[in-house]
């Protein structure tokens, strides 16, 4: 039966560390994935939480099963790290799980969605995360597009963004990007999100907000400025939250779904269908990611030791935006300042995909299809390199 199968094509952003692996130039420069990269280009674990991690190992009597929904600890502790330490005058609104990753809260939510509506269809961002079409696009939703990014000018489609938004059908799902934009980097201002805040609340459409990157573009509050501003002018909401980058545990797979509903009841039905659902998908969540990011957001000491380390890799990934734009103008003789209004890891470089294999296999600069790339990856030492190489091909 399993020969009825075909290859697939690499995934477009996972392919790019795949080709980067194989080549063996000393020179090759890697912006394809989106993990934070110190000084030294390595992608670290964060000192508060190797602490916590060792600390919650040395206290860990048991591994038995939690439940699908996961460590109630860490729901709370990352439910109100994003929607505020108040969840947004909300508490007994809310229904929370623990999923694998941000990837599991999406596909979480996903499922919750199809199981509220068969065949409701989820409006994304044109573009959106390389992964988002087939992860909601498999678990049953079918995918709409709304404007977002003019790449021809390298600024935000608002107006058409809100007037698309204005006229969908009560009770479409809305994929928002709550901060750092993937892949473009760009977002909105608070005036900006209020006015889509407006908008969802007058049509009645339910946002779901993907929370990848929350303290990696200015600080944790400012970016979760849109989530709170969203949860104060509309019934319900989704937020998938991912502590891969803002933890450094990428691999742990930690991640939580928050669902705002309408009253107490609905968030005990929901929180109900969650567990369901789950069971269904993973039965349980992983538990080490979550453990250690609950024993280090309940210590003080961590937490804080924590939230300067963040601020540094925000800082620095701002202090490489500046970097890049100016060597980058300066090599290409066009103007890339557009690249320090962004937040985030990504902006996407407005390359041609032929442009983008040019880089790579010319220059040994690495990224994805689209043009985009992480900022993190660039350093003061490649910075040089890699602008002369990008604005060589940017000739051809
Ligand atoms: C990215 O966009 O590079 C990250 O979210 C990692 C991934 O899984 O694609």
């Given at each position: 039966m399993l020969e009825t199968l075909t290859r697939v094509p690499p995934d477009p952003i996972l392919g790019v560390s795949a080709a980067f692996q194989k080549?063996?130039?000393?020179?090759k420069v890697d912006l394809g994935v989106g993990v934070y990269k110190d000084e030294a280009g390595k992608t670290p674990v964060p000192r508060a939480v190797k602490r916590a991690e060792q600390e919650m190992l040395a206290a860990q009597s048991s591994k038995t099963y939690l439940s699908p929904i996961g460590n109630p600890g860490f729901n709370a502790q990352v439910a109100a790290l994003t929607l505020g330490s108040d969840l947004a005058g909300r508490k007994s609104d809310l229904a929370l799980a623990q999923t694998p990753g941000g990837s599991g809260a999406l596909r979480l939510g996903a499922a919750l969605l199809v199981a509220a509506k068969p065949g409701a269809a989820i409006h994304v961002s044109d573009?959106?995360?390389?992964n988002h079409i087939p992860l909601l696009g498999n678990a049953g939703l079918q995918i709409e597009k709304y404007p977002y990014y003019n790449a021809s000018t390298n600024t935000l489609e608002f107006e058409r963004m809100l007037s698309t938004l204005d006229a969908l059908p009560a009770g479409s799902p809305v994929l928002l990007?709550?901060?750092?934009?993937?892949?473009?980097?760009q977002d909105l201002d608070v005036g900006q999100w209020t006015a889509v805040a407006e908008v969802l609340a007058r049509r009645r459409l339910l946002p779901f907000l993907d929370m990848a990157?929350?303290?990696?573009?200015?600080d944790l509050d400012r970016d979760a400025a849109s989530i709170r501003i969203i949860a104060r002018a509309v019934p319900e909401l989704l937020v998938a939250v991912s502590c891969s980058k803002n933890f450094g545990i990428?691999?742990?797979?930690t991640g939580l779904l928050a669902v705002l509903t309408a009253g107490s009841e609905p968030a005990s039905i929901v929180s109900g269908q969650l567990g369901r659902l789950a069971r269904t998908l993973w039965s349980m969540p992983p538990d080490h990611g979550a453990a250690v990011v609950d024993r280090l957001l309940s210590q003080p000491d961590l937490r804080q030791d924590w939230m300067t380390e963040l601020q540094h890799m925000a800082h620095r990934i701002n202090f490489l935006r500046t970097l890049l734009a100016d060597r980058l103008s300066a090599a290409s003789?066009?103007?890339?300042?557009w690249i320090k209004r962004q937040r985030g890891m990504f902006s996407r470089l407005p390359l041609a995909p032929e442009q983008v294999i040019l880089a790579r296999d010319a220059h040994h600069v690495y990224m994805a299809?689209?043009?985009?790339?992480?900022?993190?990856?660039?350093s003061p030492a490649n910075v040089e390199r890699v602008a002369a190489g990008l604005a060589e091909v940017m000739k051809q």
């Open positions: 080549d063996e130039s000393p020179d573009p959106t995360w390389a990007h709550a901060c750092c934009h993937n892949p473009t980097g990157y929350q303290g990696l573009g200015e990428y691999r742990e797979r003789g066009r103007d890339f300042g299809p689209d043009g985009r790339i992480n900022i993190a990856g660039i």
